[in-house]
């Protein structure tokens, strides 16, 4: 499967049929797989520490460094698939809604061009 091919439903029932075959619902616990989801995301963002753009166009550009980024980023969307599927989030609809939110308190008018948080525009 590719991105857009993959509903997020079909990823949710490999995941679950993943951890079941290994028994594994007792270590998914909403605060494991939170965990889960910062410790994958610091590996990914390690791979791009103290380096500079040129340096990460490189790294991307190295199929065998590109995979290990692919493997990291694999395994923070295994984790977030993994606490949706377990607690009956709708991510979709989750994104929908947060999508919606931020188009309010990011106006174009007012954030176009600018990375300051919404407090600050």
């Known amino acids: 499967m590719i991105d857009d091919e993959a509903p997020l439903g079909a990823l949710k029932a490999r995941a679950r049929a993943f951890c079941e075959e290994r028994d594994w ?3 998914h616990g909403a605060r494991d797989l939170a965990i ?5 995301a610091a590996e990914l963002l390690e791979l791009f520490r103290f380096r500079s753009d040129r340096e990460i166009d490189a790294l991307l550009a190295d199929p065998e460094q590109r995979r290990r980024v692919e493997h990291e980023a694999a395994d923070v969307l295994f984790f977030l698939v993994r606490l949706a599927q377990r607690y009956g989030i709708d991510l979709t609809a989750a994104f929908e809604a947060k999508l919606a939110l931020n188009a309010e308190r990011y106006p174009v008018e007012t954030s ?3 990375n300051r948080k919404y407090t600050e525009l």
């Open 25 to 27: 619902d007792r270590f």
């Open 112 to 114: 176009r061009g600018s």
């Open 36 to 40: 889960g989801i910062v410790t994958e």
